[in-house]
């Protein structure tokens, strides 16, 4: 497997689900090894943040990336589409604060992705077999890494709530399922926990054209896939594990987990790799 990066930049515009402002992206190619990174261009002179777990900021609701004051919300999206895509080099401009939510899933990076089309480097991909078992956990919300051939994904929701309870997904990770099975998932909330999100500064941006609303009816729009919720959060663990920089060869198994748990576990796959030297 080789590294690749973008075969020609990709312009996307849109509105923050967060913060509500809009922002307009613009993916480069990257040299092989140079992995992938934000450029803030709106500042002087233009910050450029990394990719890598050790700027991770926050990870409350969504994952921001910074360097000093200088931030990059929601990249979680995004940095699975990339990923998905076998996108291992980029150098991504952005005007603002935070990522364009679009649809809400990660569909519109990769159609775009596929219009740039996607060019193969010399260079191998960084993949990793996980030799032993790794678990985090915190309260009911565990994940378990276990030795595998290749990266397959299980996970479990279950919201308590009548429409959203036990959902269950489990698949092989590949460029073809992540198209088709996982990157058309979109972002869900409840109807009654938006009252708190709004004052706390968060889903400002949030509208039935970019998230999934929950009432006690059920879903406000048409559900893309029966089991929607477990989809996203799949795609949002698939980005938050990017993070690493490699390809880890395991089974995960994710149970009610967030993405400080999802960084938890990325954080202990990097030490073990680290540890053990288990490139290929
Ligand atoms: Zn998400």
New binding site residues.
């Given amino acids: 497997m080789h590294q690749a990066t973008l075969a020609k930049p990709i312009k996307i515009e849109g509105q923050g689900l967060h913060t509500g402002k809009r922002t307009t992206l613009t993916l480069y190619p990257a040299e092989p090894n140079s992995g992938i990174s934000f450029l803030r261009i709106d500042q002087k002179p233009p910050v450029r943040i990394e990719a890598k777990l050790e700027n991770v900021v926050s990870s409350n609701r969504c994952v921001s990336l910074g360097k000093g004051e200088i931030v990059v919300n929601t990249v ?2 995004l940095l699975a589409a990339l990923w998905g895509m076998g996108i291992d080099n980029a150098l991504i401009e952005i005007d603002d604060e935070e990522v364009p939510a679009l649809d809400g899933s990660a569909s519109v990076f990769v159609s775009m992705i596929k219009e740039s089309g996607i060019v193969k480097f010399e260079e191998k991909k960084r993949i990793a077999n996980l030799k032993e078992t790794l678990w985090v956990h915190k309260g009911e919300a565990h994940i378990l890494a276990i030795p595998a051939p290749r990266l397959r994904i299980t996970y479990l929701v279950d919201y308590n709530h009548n429409h959203a309870s036990e959902q269950i997904g489990s698949f092989i990770i590949n460029q073809e399922v992540f198209e088709k099975e996982i990157a058309p998932a979109r ?1 869900f909330g409840f109807d009654y926990e938006l009252e708190e999100l709004l004052k706390n500064g968060f889903a400002l941006g949030g509208s039935l054209e970019n998230a999934i609303l929950i009432t006690e009816n059920g879903p406000v729009t048409p559900l893309r896939f029966e089991d929607e919720l477990v989809r ?1 959060k799949i ?2 663990l698939i980005g938050d594990l990017s993070l690493i920089g490699l390809y880890p060869n395991c089974h995960i198994i994710a149970i009610k987990a967030s993405h400080n748990l999802h960084l938890e576990l990325g954080r202990k796959l990097i030490s073990v790799f680290n540890r053990r030297c288990q490139l290929v």
């Fill in positions: 979680e999206h972002t996203h795609l949002d």
